[in-house]
């Protein structure tokens, strides 16, 4: 029977916020006791979030990368504002050099627009030199857009180069909660059949066709000396034959009647009815490795006034951490104002790293969960498929599925060395 003297409350908005509490939270509350298989959840709250006040600070700061910064990104913007240079270079020498324009323009700029447009104008000065007239030429204009979209590239990448940093800082404390029933992953990986024929393309064909019907010892050094060999053939019924003959009819093109020679199942018509079928050859080739996700669901039934309000604010936090934020405080381009306040861009969600325990001790015998984002949450109140609530209208039991996504490869060194 329900437990009808049941009291919830709202779950506390400042638990994350100001009081510089750590957040701990399990289910049940007697984890650790009568159910010795849990599952932990830390949280990692991006640096640049406004709730970042209770978390632990830079001794717990994390960075996790795959591939840290692309080789040779810097030296290519630097190649193409140097190609853009090169290319509207004339044209602009010859409507007027537009460094100096650019920066008396920007010269009375203010905010974030006006830093843009000096950074313009170094831009545009140091690759076209100065001068003083308005540009109006479209080339021109094309020419310095170019240009200044590859400066300003290469500022931003000499501060972040082309990488994903994943820095964030760890929250003091954690979500613990009971193994589910059901656990498992997949490691998964994309192959592509590719046929090597067809790589080979019509010279792999005429090729193979040609070496097997020429007399032994003799080499096929052009197309010309493929199609010599096989106009002097009899009119046999040979694959090899047909196979260069569908190759080098559906190839060619007929400008008097329009398309080619032959329709593309030439070759198969022709091999079929001498009772052949072309062999397709068939290579299976390593194409990238999936990120691995994991499925959690946990059926929650509290049996007293704390656990439900224990329940409550578990719930909530997996919903709040895999939530975005908006209106974020925009860093200024550097000696220009203060931080504003801006409605286009979002602090990303929170990250989780997931442990799985017996006791007090990580599982040996189960895999190591890298660092995850949470991509899905399925909050159902009536699993049962009817209406049940206590008598303050606190359902009687919740099931909570989380979809996580690792962001972390696995390699083989990954396996090896940290058992993944």
């Not at 313009?120 to 109006?136: D, E, I, L, N, R």
């Not at 079928?277 to 990120?291: D, H, I, K, S």
């Not at 939530?323 to 979002?346: H, I, R």
Request: charge should be neutral; glycine fraction near 10%.
């Amino acid at each position: 029977m329900a437990d009808t003297s049941v009291n919830t409350q709202a779950p506390d908005k400042n638990k994350l916020k100001s009081d510089g509490k750590s957040l701990n939270l399990k289910y049940p509350l007697d984890l650790g006791e009568n159910y010795p298989h849990s599952v932990d959840f830390v949280i990692y709250l991006p640096k640049r979030s406004a709730f970042s006040k209770t978390v632990k600070k830079a001794e717990n700061t994390t960075n996790v990368s795959n591939y840290g910064e692309l080789g040779g990104f810097k030296e290519a913007t630097s190649l193409a504002q140097g190609v853009y240079a090169v290319q509207g270079g004339y044209q602009i020498a010859k409507d007027a050099a537009v460094g100096a324009a650019v920066g008396a323009t920007a010269a009375g700029g203010k905010g974030f627009l006006g830093a843009i447009l000096k950074t313009a104008a170094g831009a545009a000065g140091s690759a076209f030199g100065a001068a003083a007239s308005v540009v109006t030429n479209s080339k021109t204009q094309a020419a310095l857009k170019g240009a200044i979209a590859t400066e300003l590239i290469k500022k931003q990448s000499e501060l972040t180069g082309l990488k994903i940093e994943r820095t964030a800082e760890k929250i003091d404390g954690m979500i613990s909660l009971y193994m589910p029933a059901n656990f498992f992953t997949t490691y998964g990986h994309d192959y592509d059949q590719i046929s090597v024929k067809e790589a080979g393309g019509m010279l792999g064909m005429l090729g193979a066709a040609g070496q097997s019907l020429l007399p032994s010892g003799e080499d096929i050094k052009s197309v010309d000396d493929i199609k010599k060999y096989l106009s002097a053939l009899p009119g046999a019924k040979n694959p090899y034959v047909a196979l260069a003959a569908g190759a080098i009819g559906s190839s060619t093109q007929t400008p008097i009647l329009g398309g080619s020679l032959v329709g593309s199942g030439f070759a198969d018509v022709s091999l079929f009815n001498m009772g052949y079928a072309q062999n397709p050859m068939l290579e299976v080739l390593y194409r990238g490795t999936n990120f691995r996700s994991f499925q959690f669901e946990f059926m929650f039934q509290p049996k007293n006034s704390k656990e439900a309000r224990e329940v409550q604010e578990i719930i909530k936090q997996f919903k709040f951490h895999a939530a975005p934020e908006t209106n974020v405080l925009v860093d200024p381009v550097q000696g220009f104002g203060g931080p504003t306040p801006s409605p286009m861009f979002f602090v990303p969600p929170s990250e989780f790293g997931i442990t799985l325990r017996h006791g007090n001790i990580k599982n040996p015998y189960l895999p190591r969960i890298g660092r995850c984002v949470l991509s899905r949450i399925d909050v159902d109140y009536s699993p049962s498929g009817q209406w049940q609530t206590y008598a303050d209208g606190n359902p009687v039991e919740t099931r909570l599925r989380l979809d996580f996504t690792e962001v972390e490869l696995i390699t083989k060194e990954k396996i090896e060395k940290d058992g993944y």
